[in-house]
């Protein structure tokens, strides 16, 4: 039995099954992206074991294995045929670079995807931020301002927000009851058609009306969640409020007589530098609206390394620090003075490269091998 499982993982048809399946994965994977979007198309098929079919409310069936788990089986075919069949001898360094190569590329996909961060900082001229936001992810924040020399943040992912129960933090002082819920919403300042009253008792959402609205899955699109929270101390109710990422307006509530601020906003991720926009520039083409060029001009300063210095970025000249990389990616279409930077952190952005030359190198060395081993064998035939 053990047996037949070893020669099933080191088999050359499990490696030729799994490459078919993982080329019909790509082919179904880039004809959903037109209807679920890149990003939901990436999670759904090759960011996951399996994907998955829901004939019914409450029901998921596994029907195609997805990209982890195809990668998986490789991974272990690789390492199982080489365990078995590994022998170093001259002829086979060729093929034992292609290998490594292949596997160097599946590991540092996987690297990529468990530890790599895209997220945008929005800047106008003369603002300064140590924060960028995340393109997808949202996060429902509590801020103890107590502190007048720095702020407590107590994050919660959306995702505990979306199961509409009570939520309860070490750090908490009180307890929030998620009483609504949506993905993706438009905020009314009165009923219209297709709206619902938000039902919050304080702050800005007092008298507003929210509409549902359909999950957006475009590239130029994101989704802007709403969700109605109660602050609960015990048994007690401080009040019912309506957060938003639509809502930029601080809404605060006080327990203990210490002020906490309350937001549902973009996840940030906090850097140890700070980043302020001396000057934008948005180049046209002469007579047309066509983007010639844009750049930012930058000041880049970091207490912990006492730098202050003057960075420009400009289209295909990035700046790289801290292990992130800052493009100038866009801007405002509204306010000339608005610079948009994407920010994306990958420690794994190196594995591809050198991936890629191991197995050209691999397959160099065994072209040579056979072409100097056939060259000699003419010589003294």
């Keep these: ?64 294995p997805g990209g982890y788990l195809l990668g998986s089986l490789l991974l272990v075919n ?31 996909q996987l690297l990529t995807d468990v530890l790599s961060t895209e997220s945008a900082m929005r800047l106008a001229e003369g603002e300064s931020k140590n924060f960028s936001q995340d393109f997808h992810a949202n996060e429902l924040v509590v801020v103890d301002m107590s502190d007048t020399q720095q702020d407590e ?20 002082p ?11 919403t438009d905020i009314l300042g009165k009923p219209a058609n297709g709206t619902v009253p938000a039902d919050a ?4 959402g007092v008298g507003v009306h929210v509409r549902n609205l359909p999950v957006t899955a475009k590239m130029d ?14 048994n007690e109710s401080l009040g019912t409020w309506l957060v938003s990422s639509q809502i930029g307006q601080p809404q605060t509530f006080t327990n203990d007589h210490k002020v906490y601020q309350l937001a549902l906003r973009f996840t940030r991720h906090y850097k140890a530098h700070s980043i302020t926009l001396q000057d934008f ?25 006492r730098e202050d210095r003057e960075v420009k970025i400009w289209m295909n000249n990035p ?41 050209a190198l691999g397959l160099i060395v065994q072209f040579m091998t056979h072409l100097i081993g056939f060259a000699m064998k003419r010589r003294t035939a």
């Excluded at 490594?100 to 590329?105: P, S, T, V, Y």
């Excluded at 880049?300 to 390394?305: E, G, I, K, R, V």
């Design 201 to 204: 008792t304080q702050g800005v």
């Design 1 to 64: 039995m053990f047996d037949r499982v070893i020669n099933l993982f080191t088999s050359l048809k499990l490696t030729v099954a799994l490459l078919c399946l993982g080329t019909l994965l790509v082919f179904i994977g880039t004809l959903a992206q037109v209807d679920e979007g890149l990003y939901q198309a990436q999670a759904r098929y090759f960011k996951s074991f399996f994907i998955w079919w829901s004939p019914a409310a409450g029901m998921k069936l596994p029907v195609f």
């Design 221 to 234: 699109e994101r989704n802007l969640p709403s969700a109605v929270i109660e602050v609960l101390k015990g």
């Design 281 to 305: 520039a948005h180049d046209k083409y002469k007579g047309t609206d066509i983007p010639k060029n844009f750049s930012s001009v930058i000041r880049l300063q970091n207490p912990a390394t």
């Design 174 to 184: 009180v307890t929030l009851r998620v009483k609504r819920h949506w993905p993706n």
């Design 78 to 108: 690789l390492f199982s045929a080489h365990a078995k069949r590994f022998k170093f001898t001259r002829k086979k360094i060729g093929i034992n670079l292609t290998h490594a190569g292949i596997i160097l590329l599946l590991l540092g």
């Design 153 to 172: 943040v107590i994050a919660i992912p959306e995702s505990l927000v979306a199961a509409q129960k009570e939520i309860r933090h070490p750090k908490l």
């Design 319 to 359: 700046l790289r620090y801290g292990g992130e990389t800052y493009y100038q990616a866009g801007f405002d279409d509204k306010d000339p003075t608005v610079t948009i930077l994407q920010v994306v952190r990958n420690p794994g952005w190196l594995t591809p490269y050198l991936a890629c030359v191991l197995v």
